[in-house]
Each structure stands twice: as structure tokens, then as C-alpha cells.
């Protein structure tokens, strides 16, 4: 997908940055024919403009950090001393750079990409940080799609941790300058399907697994698994009182210790590097682990904490939200990283206050993202991004980011409010644009419930539905919020063990749940109505369908719910709760998509094509072929009151007026 780069107007606004332009100002207008009537697709620009980022690493007095959801792929490096942006280096593959390390003498940036399933470019990287304006050095890749940690030994071999396709469990790999060889050190635990931190000494390497995405069913627990360098054989040394981890996610060195981080149990391990047997536990966990003296330091977002090892004490270093830090480490009497919310943070540690530097005001190169969910109302559209909200207004053309933590997976506007299911382990959050205030969130998700996938709002009872799936334990929950009162409930697998609520819409008082299994056996594509006043089953349906429910829409009496990967649309009378038909959606359909109901039709997007459906005939045509949406986690399309569409072409926000 080609990324048009347009130059931002303007500098500023509420929470970030802010494009003000004239009412429309570059946007543009175009027509397509669907043989009956017309369809206007007006162009309002690229929908969210940020710099993002996953992954950084000091480097003496520059902090590198790696871009996520940017195309290219590149990595700044912030200078903290001038607090400007002083380097910069861009990557021919890969969509987001989640690990970066540099070598003992500080000659070589070594970087890891995160790669989309089709990618063929390489997934590691090397710059050379004394002579940066030159281009990144390709190096052989690992045998996995993606690198999600990577670290240095002290004698230059790098190691590598990551994966990314649950059918090959992921490998240790190992990288040798010398001989410029790329090679894999064998997979620990077949049951894995993550691998997300590696430490190493120059006797061992320290390989965390476990199943964080995709997880549940068979799927491994969190392991710790200890190379011997000298014979490559690896050891399970988490201690078993942690053994229920869903997995290792974070390793590090802190001197003679091994801070890790086995995920789900609200601790820190750390163990002595020369005795694993020996290990002390900190009463919380966390990630981006450092040491100055006798205190470690560590990342439990939003915050920084700091263990005393002498005193046992455990105490929160500031109190502002700094979001999500994708690093940390010792600078002086400061501690540094980059916030996944666009800054660098800087923290005395005397001191115990934070300071924030606006990237893209220190000049970071900001860029069009991949978009996540999308709501229009009130004359505003919504679009998420990383730790953003992209606030469009309709009457002006002025765009508004809006900070909020994690992503907005989904949104809808109700009552000129809009509401926004956050990955993740975050829920649900409100914006109120009239009230002058900061997103806050509503409703927090039962514990494990951390991927929301759609809301949607009942004029009926006044009341928010969002869906939810566990990553680590499989299945899903609804939740509910009553604005007028501030209620909140949620129930845990309302479908079942293994199906999450993938898809949600409401109508006349019920909310409709669409099921979707990732796992071998078990229904495939349930629907349950529910009562949202009371979060009580009403009826469940199973069309018997041979992949998930992607999306639900309601017309006409109807019931439309779109199959994923089997590109048919059930569609269920509601008054009987039979199956009319299956509509065959194969010509348009993929995998994911989205379902909105507007002006008395069905409209929907797949990956490719904006659609509609009559809900009376029950014909399927198509509005707007090659719409081609640069969406992060799924196509979305959303409807205002008056109807008008919201999707992306590319990464563009588009307005569809179809006029049947």
C-alpha cells in the first residue's frame, strides 16, 4: 500500500497535534457509478497524523527510538541534553520496530521488525550509529515473522525473541557478526506461541515464552528457559510458585540479578544470576527494568516504581501518566524513556517529579498511521491510533488529536459523547468534547478480558455494549455502561469458554453478540441475544457456519451477521429466530470486516470493497470497489446521523454519500 505524505498545516491543539485547515481544506471529491443512483466519496485527508512508537535504547547521550505503525519503518535518535531530534534512519520492511539494542562499544544499532504475514524483506537490521546518514545494513532473518526483543552479549553475539505464527512455536536465534550467520538455537517449549524477552551473559541466555496472543487452549505457560552458551541446552528455571504465568514477558540485567516478569501475576521475580534457585519477588510487575546502586526501577504503566533491595521498599516514582514507556534507563540523577503517548519522559529521581518533550515538536517525523476503529457523530468523526483519538471536524476541516491511553480498537457516538473500547486491559473510555475534559475511562474489564473488539450503543435503554476477548485464556465478555447513572456490569463468556464477542449490535432494547473461535473444536459462530438492563440471555442461536462472526447489523426485522473467511452473510429473522438465507459475500468478503446500518440499507467493508445489502431483497452490491483501507486490526465503517459513511481509503478518511 503506497502512503501519500501531506505536509501538516499547522502545530498544536488539545492533547497533540492539530491540522486546521478551511472547511474541507485538502480534501477531495470524486463519484462512483453503482448503476443505480450515485455514490459521492469525498477524500477529508489522512485520518490520524502522529509519530508512534515501540521500542527505544540509550546510546551515551541519545535516546533511539523505534517508530510503530509508520510507513517506512524508522528509528530518530533524541538527543536529551539539546532535547531535539538529531538522527534519523528508515526501514525498507517491516511495519513497527519493537526491539532495539546496540553493541558493548556503541558502533551499531541492532533493530528488530514486527513484519505482516505477506512481507518478504528481512526482520533484522543494523545501523551504523557513527556514520548514521547511512543506510541500514540488512541482515539474515530469523526464521520467525516477527522480532519482538533482541539484546546483546557482552562479546557481540545478538540474541533474538519473538514469533508471530501460532502453527511454528518460536525458536531462540542468534546472530554473529564474525560470521555474519543468522541461526537458530532450537525451540524450548512446542507449546509456546510467543517469545517476547531474551537477556544474556557470556555464560547464558535468558529466553522467556509463553502464549500472550493466541493464547488459551493447549497453548504453553510462561517459561524461563536458561541457555548454557557453551552446549546450547536450555533449562526451565522459573520457579514454580510462578509457573501459572500466561508467559515471560519481560527479562532483563540488573547487575547480579535477573529481574523477570512472568505475566498475570502481579509480581516481579529476581533471581541471582549465579544461583537461579535464589530468588526475592516484588510485589508488582512490570517491564523496562533498570538499576542505579541498590534500587531497581521499573515501568507498571502509567508509572515508574523503585525497589529498594536493602530497605524491601516499593515506592512510585511520579504521579503523572506517562502512559506506556517502551523503555527505561539510568541518565545521571534522571531516569529516561520514550511514551508510547509521543514523548520523551525525564525523571529526577531526587527529586520524584516528570518532565515530558513532545516528539514531534522536537522534531520527529510524523506520518499517516494504519487506522483502528472509527465513530462519526455530532459533526465529528473519530478515528484511534496509537495512544490517539483523531477528532475531525466536519464543519471546518480542523483535526484534533486527542491523548488517551492504548488503542481504540472501536468507537461510537452517543449524545455528541463518544466512547471507545481500549486495548489494552483498559476498557472502556468516554470523551465528552463539550466538557473541556481529558478522556477518562468508564468501565474496567474483569480481569484477562484485555482485547475490547466492538461497542455499540441502544437508543432504547441508553446504554453502551462493548465486546472483549482474553488473548491468554480464550473466550470473551460483554460489558455495559448507563451514561445517565454511571452503571457499569460485565459478564464473563457469555457465549462460552472458548468464543470470544468478536461482534456486537443492538436493536429495540436487545443487544445482539456475535461469537468467533480461533481454537480447533467447539461452535464456530454462536449468536446470543441479551437484555443490556439486566445482562440476562434471552436466546442463542448457532447458524452452524464454518468461521466466526465478524460483525452484526440490524434491518428490517432482521438479524445480519457476516461469516469471517466464509465470505457468506447469515441473515436471521428476529421474531422466529430462524435463518432466512445465507448471503453469498464471497465477491466482496476476506476475513475481518464491519457492518453499520444507514438510511434503511446494510452497509459494510471488507478489506477491499464498501457493500450494500437490501435488507427487503436481500441483494448484495457493491458501493465503492478498491476502497483498500490501511487499517491496523481490521476494516471499520461508521454512519452519522444523516447517514453519510466513514471508512479509509488508504490511510485516508473518506465520507461516502450513496444515494440509492
Known amino acids: ?84 531530534v538529531v538522527s ?47 543506510a541500514v545494513q540488512a541482515l539474515p532473518a530469523t526464521g520467525d515473522r516477527d522480532v519482538r526483543a533482541l539484546t546483546l552479549s557482552p562479546d557481540g553475539i545478538v540474541f533474538v525473541a519473538g514469533g ?54 493447549t497453548a504453553s505457560r510462561g517459561r524461563l528457559w536458561a541457555y548454557d552458551r557453551s552446549t546450547r541446552t536450555p533449562v526451565d528455571i522459573l520457579p514454580a510458585e510462578f509457573a501459572g504465568s500466561d508467559s515471560v514477558s519481560a527479562v532483563e540485567l540488573v547487575g547480579d540479578l535477573l529481574a523477570v516478569a512472568p505475566h498475570g501475576l502481579g509480581k516481579t521475580v529476581l533471581l541471582q544470576l549465579d544461583d537461579p534457585t535464589a530468588y526475592t519477588a516484588i510485589p508488582k510487575t512490570g517491564a523496562q527494568y533498570t538499576r542505579k546502586d541498590d534500587t531497581i526501577y521499573f515501568v507498571k504503566v502509567p508509572n515508574v516504581w523503585a525497589w529498594n533491595l536493602t530497605t524491601k521498599k516499593l515506592i512510585q516514582m511520579e504521579t503523572d501518566n506517562l502512559g506506556t514507556l517502551w523503555a527505561l534507563d539510568v541518565y545521571g540523577d534522571t531516569l529516561v524513556g520514550p511514551s508510547a503517548n509521543g514523548f520523551v519522559a525525564q525523571i529526577g529521581i531526587a527529586t520524584r517529579t516528570a518532565q515530558a518533550f513532545d516528539l514531534v515538536a522536537a522534531g520527529a517525523p510524523a506520518g499517516p498511521q494504519l487506522g483502528m476503529g472509527i465513530a462519526a457523530g455530532g459533526g465529528v468523526v473519530y478515528t484511534g491510533g496509537t495512544a490517539t483519538l483523531a477528532a475531525h471536524a466536519l464543519a471546518t476541516g480542523a483535526v484534533t488529536n486527542i491523548t488517551l491511553d492504548g488503542e481504540a480498537k472501536d468507537a461510537v457516538v452517543a449524545n ?98 456475535g461469537g468467533d473461535n480461533i481454537y480447533p473444536t467447539g461452535p464456530r459462530s454462536t449468536i446470543v441475544a441479551v437484555d443490556p438492563r439486566t445482562g440476562s ?42 435463518v432466512v438465507t445465507v448471503i453469498d459475500g464471497s465477491a466482496v468478503l476476506t476475513d475481518f470486516g464491519a457492518l453499520v446500518s444507514a438510511r434503511g440499507y446494510v452497509y459494510g467493508v471488507s478489506d477491499s470493497t464498501v457493500f450494500r445489502i437490501d435488507p427487503q431483497t436481500l441483494t448484495l452490491s457493491t458501493v465503492v470497489a478498491g476502497i483498500d483501507g490501511g487499517w491496523y486490526s481490521g476494516p471499520h465503517i461508521a454512519a452519522d446521523e444523516s447517514g453519510y459513511l466513514y471508512t479509509l481509503k488508504g490511510t485516508d478518511l473518506v465520507r461516502i454519500d450513496d444515494v440509492v
Not at 534519523?88 to 505482516?116: C, F, T
Not at 541461526?183 to 510467543?194: C, E, N
Request: hydrophobic fraction near 40%; charged fraction near 15%; glycine fraction near 12%.
Open 1 to 84: 500500500m503506497k502512503i501519500t505524505r501531506r505536509e501538516l498545516l499547522t502545530l498544536g491543539g488539545i492533547g497533540g497535534l492539530a491540522l486546521a485547515a478551511g472547511p474541507f481544506a485538502a480534501s477531495s471529491a470524486f463519484a462512483a457509478d453503482t448503476g443505480t443512483g450515485h455514490t459521492d466519496i469525498l477524500d477529508l485527508g489522512p485520518a490520524v497524523v502522529q509519530f508512534s512508537l515501540m521500542s527505544g535504547v540509550r546510546v551515551g547521550d541519545v535516546l533511539y527510538i523505534g517508530s510503530r505503525n509508520l510507513s517506512p519503518a524508522r528509528v530518530i535518535g533524541f538527543d536529551i541534553p539539546t532535547r531535539a
Open 88 to 134: 534519523r534512519v528508515d526501514l525498507p520492511s517491516g511495519y513497527s520496530i519493537q526491539a532495539l539494542d546496540a553493541d558493548p562499544d556503541g558502533n551499531w544499532l541492532y533493530i528488530g521488525m514486527l513484519r505482516r504475514d505477506d512481507e518478504t524483506g528481512t526482520n533484522l537490521y543494523r545501523w551504523h550509529l557513527r556514520n548514521p546518514k547511512q
Open 164 to 217: 508471530g505464527q501460532t502453527q511454528n512455536p518460536p525458536s531462540l536465534w542468534a546472530y554473529d557478526p564474525a560470521t555474519e550467520q543468522t541461526t537458530s538455537w532450537g525451540v524450548p517449549d512446542p507449546g509456546a506461541t510467543i517469545a517476547q524477552a531474551v537477556a544474556a551473559t557470556d555464560s547464558h541466555v535468558y529466553f522467556g515464552t509463553g502464549s500472550v496472543l493466541a493464547g488459551g487452549g
Open 537 to 578: 440471555e434471552l436466546w442463542r442461536l448457532d447458524p452452524q457456519q464454518p468461521a466466526g462472526i465478524a460483525a452484526l447489523a440490524v434491518a428490517n426485522g432482521r438479524l445480519f451477521a457476516m461469516n469471517r473467511q466464509a465470505g457468506g452473510i447469515v441473515v436471521i429473522d428476529i421474531a422466529t429466530r430462524q
Open 416 to 513: 455528541g459523547v463518544v466512547y471507545t473500547a481500549q486495548y489494552n486491559n483498559l476498557g472502556m473510555w468516554a470523551y465528552d468534547p463539550s466538557s473541556g475534559q481529558a478522556p477518562r475511562q468508564v468501565v474496567a474489564l474483569p480481569a484477562g478480558q484485555n482485547r475490547p473488539l466492538d461497542i455499540a450503543w441502544d437508543d432504547a435503554s441508553g446504554i453502551v455494549i462493548m465486546g472483549a476477548q482474553s488473548d491468554t485464556k480464550g473466550g470473551g465478555c460483554f460489558a455495559t455502561y448507563e451514561p445517565a447513572t454511571g452503571r457499569s456490569a460485565s459478564r464473563v463468556n457469555p457465549i462460552d469458554a472458548q468464543q470470544m464477542v468478536r461482534a456486537v449490535a443492538v436493536a429495540d432494547g436487545v443487544a445482539y453478540l
